[in-house]
């Protein structure tokens, strides 16, 4: 399936998969170290009257990184831009991980665009905190980085990945998803080739992490920031997803999503981590379709 790209009116360009056609537009809102590709088990999933598409957010996979983000509300501001691009009037919206907060920020400030929202494996909308680390590598907790340039010489969490990245280590972010996401099924050696290429193209990475840091669309400061409480902005009917295996979003995280948003739906799945792309693809793309019908 080859990748699309869309000039924005920001002087961005978003690279895109598309499939499908019809009234029932579905928008795909990848996670940090991924991309559109990371899709493409629920995109070759869904039949052809679900109109899909799967953006490369900024700064990741083959789309543009002209502007540095410092929120992810910039990264949401550049798929309502993609909308209006492409003339989708409105469209149910799935953000998985990172992308989980993307889609919320979407939801929030723009909600005719979003018919219905779905949280795949979701980043809480209190954000996602990364602190200082001692001289054991563990956590101080309460201690926060100043800026993303800072945050960039985290040694356990930032800097090992970007240095990865850099050296086109595909070997180390292999681990990093073996041991943060695959905590069930892994994908074939072949589809992990196609993604671990696509994780190696992301030029953002500290921003990125510092932006999930400081996302707070709640009424309470969390370590980065005072909450906007822009939560309670999103009326879109809400699925949550997640899996009981997830290392990375804890079940707390998911459950604060839920009591936030009203009209939400809370699934849990059995035998399933932070990739249910990879662990659960039928029962998930059931699930989704059931939900868009």
């Known amino acids: 399936m080859e990748k699309k790209m869309l000039p924005l009116a920001n002087g961005e360009t978003l690279a895109y998969l598309e499939k499908g056609r019809g009234s029932n537009v579905l928008v795909l809102i990848h996670g940090n170290l991924s991309s559109s590709v990371y899709f493409l088990p629920l995109i070759e999933r869904l039949p052809d009257d679900v109109h899909v598409y799967a953006f490369d957010l900024r700064g990741f996979g083959d789309s543009t990184y002209e502007k ?6 910039e990264l949401a501001d550049d798929v309502q831009l993609a909308f209006k691009a492409l003339k989708i009037k409105s469209a149910h919206v799935l953000g998985w991980s990172l992308g989980g907060g993307v889609a919320m920020e979407l939801a929030a400030h723009y909600p005719s665009f979003v018919k219905k929202l779905i949280l795949l494996a979701s980043t809480t909308h209190k954000g996602y905190p990364i602190f200082k ?3 054991n590598l563990q956590p101080l907790v309460g201690e926060i980085y100043a800026s993303p340039a800072e945050m960039a010489n985290d040694p356990l969490q930032v800097k090992p990945v970007i240095d990865a990245i850099a050296h086109k280590n595909a070997g180390f972010l292999s681990y990093i998803y073996d041991l943060t996401i695959y905590s069930h099924k892994k994908p074939s050696a072949e589809e992990n080739e196609l993604y671990i290429s696509e994780t190696m193209k992301q030029r953002n990475l500290s921003a990125a992490d510092y932006a999930l840091a400081a996302l707070n669309m709640s009424d309470q400061p ?5 909450g906007d409480n822009t939560i309670h902005l999103i009326k879109a009917p809400t699925l949550h997803l997640w ?7 804890l079940e707390s995280m998911v459950m604060d999503n839920v009591k ?3 009209n939400s739906t809370l699934i849990k799945w059995k035998e399933c981590g932070h990739s249910p792309l990879v662990d659960k693809p039928d029962e998930l793309t059931k699930t989704v379709l059931d939900f868009i019908k």
Request: net charge positive; hydrophobic share 35%.
């Open 260 to 262: 936030a948003i009203p």
């Open 222 to 226: 969390n370590f980065y920031r005072s």
């Open 68 to 73: 540095p983000i410092t929120s992810l509300k």
């Open 243 to 249: 899996g009981e295996l997830d290392r990375t979003v």
């Open 133 to 135: 680390k001692d001289a």
